[in-house]
Every structure is written in structure tokens, then in C-alpha cells.
T-cell receptor
Framework: GAGVSQSPRYKVAKRGQDVALRCDPI?????LFWYQQALGQGPEFLTY????????KSGLPSDRFFAERPEGSVSTLKIQRTQQEDSAVYLC????????????FGSGTRLTVV | EDKVVQSPLSLVVHEGDTVTLNCSYE??????LLWYKQEKKAPTFLFML??SGIEKKSGRLSSILDKKELFSILNITATQTGDSAVYLC??????????WGAGTKLIIKP
């Protein structure tokens, strides 16, 4: 498709369960970002990839969070042993350029941990 | 399909100039429109607009919504170099997930 695609759209996980969230960026886009957006708040940066290289993971809240982009296209955000505070919308954005410019956001994955 | 379109994609002006950034939207069950400023990593919240024709102001920034014509503008007067950033517009869809525009990169030259 023409946009950034995220799947699943919704995910309900039991506390302690592992989840994997997928992001399909626009083909050829160099930069890819993951954000976490809690209800009623703005997006919080999680991590940034330039092609397959994870250049910044300073926003990942704990070692339970892991992201990868092995071939420089599709990215997966994995959360191990989910906790209730992980409930949020996880947004992915991609850009044809390096740096934070001209990026397209996906519609997000809403994760609810029960 | 819900969408949010911002223009221009980029803008370069001199310090002291006034700029107007545009955001148009097509979203089912519209409730609100949000403006964000992004300087580094994550966007920071500026305004939330829900009512047509009512201007929101914060210092040199102001924004207004036109629900009939489905757009909003963000004005910045007497620009400063610190205003250089990407300005994002977003609209929640019917599932309360944000539909984001691509942003306007604003560069203020001294």
C-alpha cells in the first residue's frame, strides 16, 4: 500500500504475555521511528532506525522492550512479560530521509494489557 | 479513508516573519484536531481545537479551526530561531487513534 501499515490494529494481552507489533513502512523509506502514546498524552519516542541500524533506543522504557528491523524495511517491536502500564497506542513512522522530517505515521496498534 | 494533509512540507523564513501553517482533514466522526511541535524525538503538544471559529492562543502561536471547510491553521508571529521545528497536525479517528499529517518543517534563519 501507499502508507505505513501497522498490525495488528488492536491487541489485548494478558499480563505476563509476550507481544509483537509489526510496522510496514513505505517502500524505500530510510528512517523508521517507534512511539508510545498513552491515553490522553502525546507520543513518546521509543526508538529510531536508519535502514537496518538501530541508531537510538534511548526511549525504550525497559529491557522488556525490544525492536528490530533486520532487512531495513519491516520492523517489529516486541514487548516481553507485558504489564498494565504497557497499555498504549504504539505508533510507527517512516521517512525517506534521515532525521526527523517529512515522515508518515501509521495508524498505530492499540495494546491493552489485562 | 481518513486522512490529514499538511502544507507546505517545508518553509524557510527569516527571524521576525509571520508564518501560517495549514492542515486539512477528512476524518469520519470528527471530534478534535491537535497541533504538535517536534524539535527532537517526540512531538510536544501545542493546541487542541474542537470548536469552529474559536482561536486558541499561546504567546506568539495561535490556531483556529474551520469545521465547515475541514481545515485548521497555525500562525506564528515574530518568529524566532527557537521556533525551528517540525509542526504536526493530528486528528483522532472514530477509534480514537491519531491520524497524523506528514508535518511542516519550519526553518527560521537569523
Amino acid at each position: 500500500g501507499a502508507g505505513v501499515s501497522q498490525s495488528p490494529r488492536y491487541k489485548v494481552a494478558k499480563r505476563g504475555q509476550d507481544v509483537a507489533l509489526r510496522c510496514d513502512p513505505i517502500s524505500g523509506h530510510v528512517s523508521l521511528f517507534w512511539y508510545q502514546q498513552a491515553l490522553g498524552q502525546g507520543p513518546e519516542f521509543l526508538t529510531y532506525f536508519q535502514n537496518e541500524a538501530q541508531l537510538d533506543k534511548s526511549g525504550l522504557p525497559s529491557d522488556r522492550f525490544f525492536a528490530e528491523r533486520p532487512e531495513g524495511s519491516v520492523s517489529t517491536l516486541k514487548i516481553q512479560r507485558t504489564q498494565q502500564e504497557d497499555s498504549a497506542v504504539y505508533l510507527c513512522a517512516s521517512s525517506p530521509w534521515t532525521g526527523e522530517y517529512g515522515y508518515t505515521f501509521g495508524s498505530g496498534t492499540r495494546l491493552t494489557v489485562v | 479513508e481518513d486522512k490529514v494533509v499538511q502544507s507546505p512540507l517545508s518553509l524557510v523564513v527569516h527571524e521576525g516573519d509571520t508564518v501560517t501553517l495549514n492542515c486539512s482533514y477528512e476524518v469520519t466522526n470528527f471530534r478534535s484536531l491537535l497541533w504538535y511541535k517536534q524539535e527532537k524525538k517526540a512531538p510536544t503538544f501545542l493546541f487542541m481545537l474542537t470548536s469552529s471559529g474559536i482561536e486558541k492562543k499561546s504567546g506568539r502561536l495561535s490556531s483556529i479551526l474551520d469545521k465547515k471547510e475541514l481545515f485548521s491553521i497555525l500562525n506564528i508571529t515574530a518568529t524566532q530561531t527557537g521556533d525551528s521545528a517540525v509542526y504536526l497536525c493530528a486528528v483522532p479517528d472514530s477509534n480514537y487513534q491519531l491520524i497524523w499529517g506528514a508535518g511542516t518543517k519550519l526553518i527560521i534563519k537569523p
